[in-house]
């Protein structure tokens, strides 16, 4: 199926497909081994009712969101031989109104395994969320979400246009996987790309142009202190796809005065595609989870280069990672055995930004003792955590304000773990959205079991 990470594609005659009734494009291509199902090139007048649904859902409806969206051709419509969703503000400051468009194939065109793609061009602008997704046909058939499963294809935050998204939701407590893309040239705001995913039995892949960036397959439903209901549930039942422009929330933050409500806050999308195999084998298991709990350096500690005394790639996922989201700017540099992280942007939220380092091994009924020394080129504050990525986020060490000086400190803390055992806890020091852009230097991060 795949070869070297590109996914092998054929190009399909406009005589050997029909969709619906509809003559598939000459330039069709379709993953090998699958057949078209359906798809929508948008070529009509207007949106489709027989393939689409309008949504309509009130402001702070989830994730505290910002906007309503309205079924209105005025937020989603056909133009140009694309779908454009369009949020839109109305008014200023505190009085403000946003609204945007939700389309979705609910009870429409459902299916039950297949790949999905759609080629589009996401807006720019603090605040946006765009996304092109998937939920259960019968949302309540394994229980409400998180335990009914969701599929995301494409999320790319309006302020940060280089980096895709896909994710999947699922179980009680709610759990989710995550891998992410991110161009080398280019910007998903400037040009169309194809956003796909390919699922199949006990197994779910992401792909963006073609490449192959993620995979999941270890996912459970049930509710908690029940028995899991047979795996591969709750990805073993039909699902459709979304469409949707949001704006604000808890993940991209609020717009701010940079954000422009024009043609760049729109998301256009040329078109949208269903493929399927003839057959599918269900009979599949659970891969059984082992546990990789990274070994401790010979002091105990389980932070690695925790002196800074080598020079990493802090782009990587080895060892220390500098990350910007949400209008942070700045920049990390390893030296003389301490990292120095200057900041241009304190950005909208705390975690604008992030210096972290994953794989943390947090053991069940465990204590653990957290420290680090670090100082400011002014006084400011920045917070610590120990978080879990694959664990909704969940706070192994909540986010602790610390004050730092000119001076060098050292700051201790006891951790006591008791939560399940996890292999990827992830220590994290939060410098955005604080008041201060002022630099940060920090050594000697220490994480070891008593």
């Avoid at 998204?165 to 995550?178: A, I, L, N, R, S």
């Avoid at 059984?288 to 389980?302: F, I, M, P, Y």
């Avoid at 994290?428 to 604080?434: L, R, T, Y």
């Amino acid at each position: 199926m795949k070869k070297t990470g590109l996914l092998i594609l054929t190009v399909i005659s406009v005589s050997a497909l029909t969709a619906c009734g509809k003559t598939a494009p000459a330039d069709m291509v379709i993953p090998e081994g699958y057949h078209l199902v359906w798809s929508d090139e948008f070529d009509g007048k207007k949106l489709n009712e027989k393939d689409w649904n309008y949504e309509v859902h009130e402001k702070g409806w989830v994730n505290h969101e910002l906007q309503e969206y309205v079924a209105s051709p005025d937020y989603a419509y056909v133009k140009d031989g694309e779908l454009v969703i369009r949020p839109v503000k109305e008014g200023e400051g505190s009085s403000a109104v946003y609204k945007s468009g939700r389309v979705n194939t609910q009870n429409k065109h459902d299916l039950k395994y297949g790949y999905f793609e759609a080629r589009l061009k996401v807006p720019r602008g603090k605040g946006f969320l765009p996304a092109f997704w998937m939920m259960p046909q019968d949302e309540e058939y394994y229980g409400q979400w998180p335990k009914c499963g969701e599929i995301d294809i494409m999320e790319v935050l309006g302020d940060s246009t280089k980096v895709n998204y896909g994710t999947v939701h699922f179980g009680e407590p709610h759990k989710q996987v995550q891998g992410s893309y991110s161009l080398a040239d280019g910007d998903f705001a400037d040009e169309y790309h194809v956003f796909a995913v390919e699922w199949e039995p006990g197994k779910i892949t992401w792909y963006c142009d073609g490449k192959e960036y993620h995979s999941a397959d270890d996912w459970f439903s049930a509710v908690e202190g029940e028995e899991e209901k047979p795996y591969p549930a709750p990805f073993n039942q039909p699902f459709h796809v979304i469409l949707n422009v949001a704006v604000g929330g808890d993940w991209p933050g609020d717009p701010d005065e940079t954000t422009v409500f024009d043609d760049r806050a729109c998301m256009y999308v040329d078109y949208v595609r269903m493929f399927q195999k003839d057959s599918y084998d269900e009979n599949v298991k659970k891969p059984e989870k082992v546990l990789e709990l990274r070994e401790a350096a010979s002091d105990g500690n389980l932070v690695y280069n925790s002196d800074f005394g080598e020079k990493e790639d802090l782009t990587d996922d080895e060892n220390w990672k500098f990350l910007l989201f949400n209008g942070g700017e700045g920049e990390a540099k390893i030296g003389d055995h301490e990292i120095i992280i200057t900041s241009t942007n304190e950005g909208t939220e705390e975690y604008s930004v992030q210096l972290v380092q994953p794989k943390m091994p947090m053991e069940e009924g465990c204590s653990y003792e957290f420290s680090f020394e670090a100082k400011a080129d002014e006084p400011r504050t920045i917070k610590p955590a120990i978080t879990a990525p694959d664990v909704d986020w969940i706070r192994y060490f909540p986010d602790t304000p610390v004050d730092l000086t000119n001076d060098w400190q050292t700051f201790t803390f006891d951790v006591n773990m008791d939560k399940k055992t996890d292999d990827n806890g992830r220590v994290e020091f939060n410098m955005g959205k604080q008041g201060s852009t002022a630099t940060v230097h920090i050594r000697n991060v220490k994480l070891i079991k008593k």
